[in-house]
């Protein structure tokens, strides 16, 4: 009985280390969704339009696109992506 309270802690810890660790070493993962929160920091706000203006005009392929900011995942960044972030300024996850 007691090992197996034992290996449940363990293994209740070990679950919480990785998701730890994952948010660590991945620092855009997260658990939340948020369209328009392209830098993964939980808000929609100027840093991820910031993000959006340097990929402004670029194509998939190009070396200033930045997947997370195709908003619509048409492969461009443009006016779409950008009326997308601007209808989820603001919000928070
Ligand atoms: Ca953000
Ligand atoms: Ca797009």
């Known amino acids: 009985?007691?090992?197996?309270?034992?290996?449940?802690?363990?293994?209740?810890?070990?679950?919480?280390?990785?998701?730890?660790?994952?948010?660590?070493?991945?620092?855009?993962?997260?658990?939340?969704?948020i369209v328009g929160d392209i830098n993964g920091d939980g808000v929609v706000d100027s840093g991820d339009l910031g993000i959006l203006g340097i990929a402004w005009g670029s194509h998939s392929g190009d070396s200033n696109y930045v997947p997370a900011a195709d908003l619509n995942s048409d492969g461009n960044i443009n006016a779409f992506d950008f009326a997308l972030l601007s209808m989820h300024w603001g919000q928070r996850g």
């Open 1 to 33: 009985m007691r090992k197996a309270i034992s290996l449940s802690i363990f293994v209740l810890i070990a679950t919480v280390g990785l998701a730890i660790l994952i948010r660590t070493v991945n620092p855009s993962y997260h658990s939340y969704t």
